[in-house]
């Protein structure tokens, strides 16, 4: 029996493909020294953070129209912790746990919704979050004010990505460093919720997915387990928040916007929803195509573009491009596809 | 004196913000009712019937109050469309893909929009906006009484649709049960896009009543929209009784406290008010068990 047989053709194919993406990744800064690629692809590596986050949730059949939120908590909350003199890697982790926490609460008052409710109250969270982080405007001037003096190391150039984004490069000399900590903390995450899935707490997302009812006379306590999805989940887009704000050096409320709800969202549908690729890949292919939208000028026409991808994607296309390219792996490996989340 | 004054001037503020909620939350829950579906584009409908209230006073100059007929059958039939050819495409397919696609809605509707007209800012000039009828304590402007009455008359006109006619019937007995009502011959697919028009051009008129009585954006409808769904959760998904109720306590609460702790906490305040419904009545005041 070789090894190939004995650890299963699946396994081999896909986990020697994601090997080869990590050794491309580490070596890419290498390749690409350009600051206007470097700092999409972080962008990119930042909205897989954010679509795993939102893809694990929805994973347990609990599909936040909101996620906005936690990356607001977590960006917020670590902000203010380093300008305060944390360590940036106490800020970043606390920043993260404080949207865990608000994940928890906000579970707690979930737990017993489904689908519109639970799409109802995150919703409207993200938003009246949004609403009154605005009506503390001068409290975010003051942060934005520390935040940029803390920042400062002599060359900070505004205008590197343009203003359609609105925020600020961080200095030059830390290009490199900055790539390998969101790589880093991209591939961390994509880890976690690859074993979160593989493991019992996986499947018993899946059964209360798949239905509740059953999977609660099955003996899966549905509470605790919806709970311990809420808090990994928003920890993991409170982590994406709380790294984003201090690179940036620049946090606003418009990180609460419906639009940062939408991204995960469309990014997982693009990809597949509930595998661990299809956010990779939806990421991958919205950042790019919204990034070259900006290049081409467009404005209110991409966010337009994007509203059509979506519905044109729920009507013909609800698994996303995962079974394509599923299709295609097997394809050139030779394996047979397997009824599990690659 | 003055105290009861501006008491009396927070509570008639209260109410039209009030009567905005229910026209809103009303549609949305004749849709749910008869569809199982809430519609989360819904703002984004109340957006389009004020700029098509817009469009029309400003080629043609007529009476704001006048043209929103006119504007509310316009955006019932786009609301008809919708249904048509977007959810009922997706209708029984899961009911995230009917969220996923009323977010798709909202995106493009907003976006639209801000194409079409722009973000400036506008507004709809009442006929009547410096009128106000003085009741010696305290000034009341013909804008805010005729938003109240309005409202008043399209429930009471709704209710004896309801409960009156045989198409009222039909929509009742699709929302309590669909396949006794397929089997009793009524046409289901009819019903979904009837409550969908309906839904929609109630929107449009909560729309028209909100341009009139303030400037308005493509943006406008996201903050009102999300009342509306906080509304139908507090007074029971589904309860048009519960949805009116809810939504005039939602507006009253609202105003006193933009008076008594600052604009800030205005949208914080429902979110409240929707948890502590959440965890003492899950299914709302008026809900039944689902």
């Known amino acids: 029996m070789t090894v190939r047989e004995l650890v299963g053709k699946y396994a081999v194919s896909s986990y020697s493909a994601y090997l080869l993406l990590v050794m491309i990744g580490l070596a890419l800064p290498l390749v690409i020294t350009d600051d206007f690629y470097n700092r999409i692809i972080i962008l990119t590596f930042f909205y897989i953070m954010f679509s795993t986050s939102w893809n694990l949730l929805a994973y347990s059949g609990q599909a936040s129209l909101g996620h906005a939120a936690f990356l607001g908590i977590g960006g917020f909350a670590s902000t203010i912790l380093i300008i305060n003199g944390v360590t940036p890697v106490l800020g970043v982790f606390s920043g993260a746990l404080a949207a865990s926490l608000v994940g928890l609460f906000l579970g707690i008052i979930c737990v017993r919704l489904k689908e519109w409710f639970l799409g109802l109250v995150t919703f409207g969270f993200a938003i009246i979050m949004a609403a009154v982080v605005n009506e503390l405007s001068v409290f975010i001037e003051a942060i934005n004010g520390i935040l940029s003096a803390v920042g400062l190391s002599g060359n900070m150039d505004p205008h590197m990505l343009g203003g359609s984004l609105g925020i600020y490069s961080p200095d030059i000399v830390s290009r490199a460093q900055y790539y390998y900590l969101f790589f880093f903390a991209m591939v961390g995450t994509i880890l976690a919720s690859h074993l979160v899935i593989r493991s019992k707490i996986g499947f018993a997302f899946a059964a209360i997915r798949e239905n509740q009812a059953e999977a609660g006379m099955m003996g899966v306590d549905i509470t605790r387990y919806k709970l311990i999805a809420f808090m990994i989940s928003t920890f993991m887009a409170g982590f994406a928040g709380a790294l984003f704000a201090p690179y940036n050096y620049f946090i606003n409320p418009e990180i609460f916007s419906i639009h940062n709800s939408f991204m995960p969202i469309i990014m997982t549908i693009s990809g597949g929803i509930g595998t661990i690729g299809g956010p990779i890949i939806g990421a991958l292919v919205i950042n790019i195509l919204w990034e070259q939208m900006g290049l081409w000028g467009m404005s209110i026409d991409r966010q337009l573009i994007l509203g059509v991808i979506l519905v044109l994607e729920i009507l013909f296309l609800p698994k996303g491009l995962m079974p394509l390219i599923k299709k295609i792996t097997d394809k050139v490996a030779g394996t047979t596809s397997r009824d599990m989340p690659l | ?290």
């Open chain 2, 1 to 290: 004196m003055t105290e009861i004054t501006t008491l009396l001037q927070i509570f008639i503020w209260g109410l039209t913000a009030g009567c905005i909620y229910v026209l809103m939350a009303v549609g949305l829950n004749m849709i749910f009712g008869v569809m199982k579906v809430v519609n989360f584009a819904h703002g984004e409908i109340m957006m389009l019937g004020a700029f098509a209230s817009f469009g029309l006073y400003y080629y043609t100059g007529l009476n704001p109050y006048f043209l929103m007929l006119f504007s509310m059958v316009i955006i019932g039939v786009f609301g008809v469309m919708i249904e048509r050819f977007g959810f009922r495409k997706v209708l029984g397919t899961g009911k995230l893909n009917e969220i996923f696609l009323s977010l798709g809605l909202i995106y493009i509707l907003q976006n639209a929009a801000v194409k079409l007209w722009t973000d400036d800012i506008k507004k709809i000039n009442s006929p009547y906006s410096s009128m106000t009828l003085d009741l010696g304590v305290l000034n009341i402007t013909y804008d805010r009484i005729i938003a109240i009455a309005f409202t008043a008359l399209i429930l009471i006109c709704l209710y004896l649709f309801l409960i009156r006619t045989d198409v009222g019937r039909a929509l009742r007995a699709t929302s309590q049960n669909h396949e006794a009502a397929m089997l009793m011959g009524v046409n289901v697919n009819h019903m979904y896009m009837l409550s969908f028009g309906i839904g929609a051009a109630l929107a449009a008129s909560a729309g028209t009543v909100h341009a009139i009585l303030s400037p308005f954006n493509p943006y406008m409808g996201t903050i009102p929209g999300i009342m509306a769904f906080t509304v139908i959760i507090i007074g029971g998904l589904g309860s048009i009784p519960g949805a009116i109720i809810a939504g005039l306590m939602l507006g009253l609460v609202q105003n006193f406290t933009i008076f008594y702790f600052g604009g800030a906490w205005k949208e914080a305040v429902a979110f409240v008010l929707l948890i502590i419904v959440l965890v003492i009545r899950p299914t709302g005041i008026f809900g039944e068990e689902h």
